[in-house]
């Protein structure tokens, strides 16, 4: 069985999910004078970004579909199941 998928479904699903990984990390980033960008900042920069790019990629440019063969999955499953 082959789906079509529009890029608009696909850069919205991706925004959501970075948008539910940014409000899951606890905010915890203390900044001291002088340290802006922590290692703890990072990840939040890093979903904040995908989630920008991911919206830009939604909505801008042509709509385009992609088609997915479902019947593949079957067969990943089954050798995971089987591994």
């Known amino acids: 069985m082959i789906v079509k998928i529009s890029n608009r479904a696909v850069g919205l699903f991706l925004a959501a999910l970075f948008l539910i990984a940014i409000v899951l990390i606890p905010f915890e980033i203390k900044i001291r004078k ?10 939040y920069l890093i979903f904040s970004i995908s989630f920008v790019l ?3 990629y939604a909505f801008i440019g042509k ?3 992609f088609e997915i063969d479902l ?13």
């Open 34 to 43: 002088g340290e802006i960008i922590t290692s703890r900042f990072f990840p």
């Open 71 to 83: 019947s593949v999955w079957k067969m990943i499953a089954s050798g995971i199941i089987y591994y």
């Open 63 to 65: 709509a385009r579909y």
């Open 54 to 56: 991911s919206i830009l």
